[in-house]
Nanobody, 121 residues
Framework: QVRLVESGGGWVQAGGSLRLSCAAS????????MAWYRQAPGKQRELVAR???????NYVDSVKGRFTISRDSAKNTVYLQMSSLKAEDTAVYYC???????????????WGQGTQVTVSS
């Protein structure tokens, strides 16, 4: 079993910054990628940023230049540094990990419980 625990959400004024963290634990054999998704009220969940095992990253266009995804591979932890936050960044942010575990020999998606980010204009 793999567990993802997020932290760092909260309330911030527009233009401010927040840093999200997500720590993965459990029977992890290989961490293929970690990512952050978000879901705003009435909208579909969308990929915000992803970091692959080799270190390459992807971002949704709306956060490029403002958000930075990084990781500590030794700790199976991923971070999302969010700067110049806008009201439209308000959403529940979910951590995602693509993992091969000792419980199941194929890469499988795991999700955190979500953390609320509210940006006040």
């Amino acid at each position: 079993q793999v567990r993802l625990v997020e932290s760092g959400g909260g309330w911030v004024q527009a233009g401010g910054s927040l840093r999200l963290s997500c720590a993965a634990s459990g029977s992890i054999l290989s961490m293929h990628a970690m990512a952050w998704y978000r879901q705003a009220p009435g909208k579909q969940r969308e990929l915000v940023a992803r970091i692959h095992s080799g270190g390459s990253t992807n971002y949704v266009d709306s956060v490029k230049g403002r958000f930075t995804i990084s990781r500590d591979s030794a700790k199976n932890t991923v971070y999302l540094q969010m700067s110049s936050l806008k009201a439209e960044d308000t959403a529940v942010y979910y951590c995602n990990a693509l993992v091969t575990s000792s419980d199941w020999p194929y890469p499988t998606d795991y999700w955190g419980q979500g953390t609320q980010v509210t940006v006040s204009s």
